[in-house]
């Protein structure tokens, strides 16, 4: 008698229900953010698809879609950038990391900009660093964020780098055990 595997319990990630972008948007140097942020340039909007790990601040004017319910909302988007006139859409989120929120969604926006739409104008980029390189910045971009809580980052980046210490020290202990 053939015995019968169980159903996978593994749970699947947030974005497989969705297809894989077929486009990549180029990213956007903090640095050039920042300057038309404070220089009052209507022109870019900044889309932060965090959702549950938004404490510690936001980009002064961005809007918060989180990246769970980009792809159906995609087309409203885009209206709303076009109809504003918006230059750059830009996407962030906590670290717009390769393979990331902020990178996936800004490709899905770039194919909806580019061949649902056919605008080949509005430009789509990703947030170089995400918010953590805004913050990393320093006081020129901590300046251009709403609700910016300082002891929250200094805890975050303080734990990120005991964790790396850790995975380090590991990793030493490894290759030690290896010879």
């Known amino acids: 008698m053939a015995t019968q595997e169980p159903p996978s319990t593994k749970e699947q990630p947030w974005h497989a229900a969705f297809p894989a972008p077929r486009l990549t948007a180029p990213l956007m140097p903090a640095s ?18 965090r959702r549950t790990d938004y404490d510690g601040g936001a980009i002064r004017g961005s809007l918060n879609v989180p990246a769970q319910g980009l792809w159906w909302n995609r087309g409203i988007l885009y209206e709303l950038a076009y109809k504003a006139d918006m230059e750059w859409v830009v996407f962030t989120c906590a670290s717009s990391s390769e393979g990331g929120r902020a990178r996936r969604c800004a490709a899905w926006f770039l194919e909806h900009v580019r061949e649902v739409a056919g605008d080949e104008d509005m ?26 809580r300082e002891e929250y980052w200094k805890e975050l980046f303080e734990g990120e780098e005991e964790k790396k210490k850790k995975e380090g020290e590991g990793e030493g202990a490894a290759v030690v055990a290896a010879a």
């Open 32 to 49: 050039r953010a920042q300057m038309v942020l404070s220089m009052k340039i209507a022109s870019l909007l900044i889309v932060d698809v």
């Open 123 to 148: 430009q789509v980029m990703v947030l170089e660093g995400g918010v953590k390189g805004w913050v990393r910045g320093g006081e020129r971009f901590t300046g251009l964020m709403d609700g910016f």
